[in-house]
């Protein structure tokens, strides 16, 4: 599983900053692919994945090549993940579950980062989720990550991950059958607001990886979810 194209890209971008900024970036590239590695399984390398990522990149900086850097790196990052998560998930779909599975540890996070203040470790994890701990770093390292396509996987009725029998705020918005409402709703955010709906549930970064993005707190960005979530469900009750 090779990218043979990627050597013509990349040579073709190697002019003036496209060529300087991608190998800037490189790093960065390693970086992602090391870190997603375990998620592919015995199919997917790292050396895959760098190739992935180094076609995303260089495909970024071809496009984007006047912001600034700062905006261009959180852009660029986002693009190569998920050209990776794109990777590994045409080579092991994702198991039945998984995405209900990784919300639920999401969101046992976020509970315990408001008591605790700081992130918290595997084991306060695996407590409060009545797990033991080498049960749930296997868990954790079972599940492979993967990118939503679209808004209409994480609310479309016939996806039953999402299913719970508690009326919370996220829930009642991924379960709106209204796609036209649903579309009007997010376009009546914020630019910032729109960007944080958009990098947690269609990129499906955790709230860490969003705070880095956005260079705030993660209990910032919990605050910025909330308030997205809570003015969606309002547009979308007065609609």
Known sequence: MRYDHSEFAVAEAYCGNVGD????FLPMVRKLAWHLSGSGGPTVDVEDL???GL???TECAQ???SPS?????????????GAMVDLLRSASPDPRGARAKRRMIESARAKLHTALGREPSSAELADTLGMAVEDFRRLESDLVETRLNSLDECYSESDTAFAS???DAERQVLQQEDREILIAALGSLGERHQLVIQLYFVEELNLSEIADVLGVSV??????KAAALAQMRKAMAED
């Not at 900024?21 to 800037?24: P, Q």
């Open 21 to 24: 900024r991608v190998t800037r």
């Open 50 to 52: 760098m190739q992935a």
């Open 55 to 57: 076609v995303a990149l």
């Open 63 to 65: 496009k984007h090549d």
């Open 69 to 81: 850097e700062d905006g261009f790196a959180a852009y660029a990052k986002l693009r190569v993940r």
């Open 165 to 167: 029998h508690e009326p």
């Open 219 to 224: 209990p910032r960005v919990h605050q910025l």
